[in-house]
């Protein structure tokens, strides 16, 4: 049942993508001054979407296991960090790169940026406290606790280009209250960010699938020690 | 399509979708690496 979903999500998704791909190359209009780079954010913001808010699910479902001690939710949090992980890599590498063409450098350290960049080294140290640490429980709860230091970054990083002015542009959806963007542009973000929310859950439910049979693993090893 | 700063739009899609591949590799060795460990430790048990 559950690889009938994996396969199912994996059609939708490409399905998705080479709709979405015909559309930013064939169908959407030109901008002005950016030239062919502005095709970057139909990427760029679905990623930092998908990375931010699998960051603050993630500290949700920690916060989850150091209230129940149910190791299971650690699995949860530890599978869905490790994906937003990937995601995040994506925004920091598009941007930079979008960032060399329209500010002439490939790096800033300004709010958004370094608040991400922060962000990102945070859930990167997540994933090497949990190779470093034997014992799950230990494990579950030292991770769980540095989980919600990178949940609480995220949501900085989320607030940061309405709190800060600086380089970064301000909120362009107009679900954000911005309105600078083309037709069509907006919609298409929306649909790949769909399509990547698919390719999201492909991933967790992957990882997840590996987080439980690591805990099999560690389970017949403790019981091949007790004999 | 207007060309200007193609190649480094080329660069981004092409940076964007070679950091999934490599995750999606690195997510297919552990998943070998995982299912040969627990045979191997079922086999422990069994042993024992």
């Known amino acids: 049942m559950r690889d009938k979903i994996l396969y199912a999500l994996a059609a939708i998704a490409a399905v998705l993508l080479a709709r979405n791909l015909y559309i930013i190359f064939f169908v959407l209009g030109e901008e002005k001054n950016q030239g062919a780079i502005w095709r970057i954010f139909e990427f760029h913001f679905p990623a930092g979407i998908l990375g931010l808010s699998g960051f603050i699910v993630a500290t949700i479902f920690s916060v989850v296991y150091l209230m129940s001690g149910n190791l299971k939710y650690d699995s949860i949090a530890a599978a869905i960090n490790e994906v937003s992980l990937m995601f995040a890599a994506i925004v920091l590498v598009t941007g930079s790169i979008w960032a060399r063409i329209i500010w002439g450098v490939w790096w800033a350290w300004e709010a958004r940026l370094t608040s991400m960049l922060i962000c990102w080294l945070i859930f990167a140290g997540y994933l090497m406290l949990r190779r470093a640490i034997e014992e799950p429980t230990q494990r579950a709860r030292l991770s769980a606790v540095v989980c919600i230091f990178g949940g609480i970054d995220a949501v900085i990083v989320y607030k940061s280009i309405e709190w800060y002015r600086t380089l970064h542009p301000g909120p362009v959806l107009t679900i954000r209250g911005g309105g600078g963007m083309p037709p069509g542009w907006q919609e298409t973000a929306y649909w790949n960010l769909l399509a990547m929310l698919c390719l999201a859950t492909i991933l967790v439910m992957v990882r997840m699938r590996q987080e439980n049979v690591s805990r099999e693993i560690d389970s017949l090893r403790r019981a091949a020690h007790a004999y | ?31 070998r690496k995982l299912r040969r460990e627990l045979d191997r430790v079922r086999q422990m048990v069994e042993k024992k």
């Open chain 2, 1 to 31: 399509m207007d060309n200007r700063n193609f190649l480094y739009m080329f660069y981004g899609f092409l940076a964007a979708w070679l950091i999934v591949v490599i995750y999606v590799v690195m997510l297919a060795m552990r998943e």
